[in-house]
């Protein structure tokens, strides 16, 4: 069983969808002992950094994520809370990657958000080979610098982490769920993950 963590962001309905064409099983969830018990967590999100922190903090889900065992995914703003530290609102974060989230500086007229189809170079990578150039679809106005745990690279106004991983945590910038064919490779290699 999947366990999809539930809190105020925009697009755990997609990730349902996602899974129930993977014929995947699965509940949305914010109960502890559910999320601790599922085989695989994933942890997606659309919003804002601090809001999104005050709601799991009191509910004790930012101690309970860090502390979990099997394979989690972090989608989109769930990647960039599980860095430390996050420049939108100047906000603490969860702290599995010790890496702070930047706010995109256009350096001429690239508009931010970066949003839309751009592509993946896989580094030391969880992420099926044959997504190598592939195109994902982004909507972010933050970013992780490629560091230690990166595992995919995309390139707007500068290079960033497109996808990370340490331990038994995985994480990607962009939407798998929006990201048609190749987006449905890369759950799966996660949901292959033990």
Same mark, same amino acid.
Do not use: W
């Given at each position: 069983m999947i366990a999809v963590i539930k809190y105020n962001a925009g697009n755990i309905r997609s990730v349902a969808f996602a899974l129930e064409r993977l014929h995947v099983d699965f509940s949305i969830t914010d109960n502890p002992e559910e999320i601790q018990k599922a085989d695989k967590v994933i942890f997606p999100g659309v919003g804002e950094a601090n809001t999104?922190?005050?709601?799991?903090?009191?509910? &004790?889900?930012?101690?309970?994520? +860090?502390?979990?065992?099997? !394979?989690?995914? =972090?989608?989109?703003? =769930?990647?960039?809370?599980?860095?430390?530290?996050?420049?939108?609102?100047?906000? !603490?974060?969860? =702290?599995? @990657?010790?890496?702070?989230? +930047? +706010? @995109?500086?256009p350096l001429q007229h690239e508009k931010v958000p970066h949003m839309g189809w751009n592509s993946l170079t896989p580094t030391h990578s969880w992420l099926d080979s044959d997504v190598a150039n592939k195109f994902v679809y982004f909507v972010h106005s933050y970013f992780v610098p490629v560091n230690a745990y990166t595992s995919a690279i995309t390139e707007y106004i500068q290079p960033f982490s497109a996808a990370m991983k340490k331990d038994n945590f995985y994480?990607?910038? @962009?939407? !798998?769920? &929006?990201?048609?064919?190749? =987006?449905? +490779?890369?759950?799966?290699?996660f949901l292959k993950q033990s």
């Open positions: 999104t922190m005050r709601y799991l903090k009191d509910r &004790k889900l930012d101690v309970l994520i +860090k502390e979990l065992k099997q !394979p989690v995914l =972090g989608i989109c703003l =769930g990647m960039q809370l599980l860095c430390s530290y996050s420049e939108e609102n100047d906000t !603490p974060c969860i =702290g599995v @990657f010790d890496e702070q989230v +930047k +706010k @995109f500086q994480a990607v910038q @962009f939407h !798998p769920e &929006k990201s048609a064919t190749v =987006g449905e +490779k890369i759950i799966r290699s």
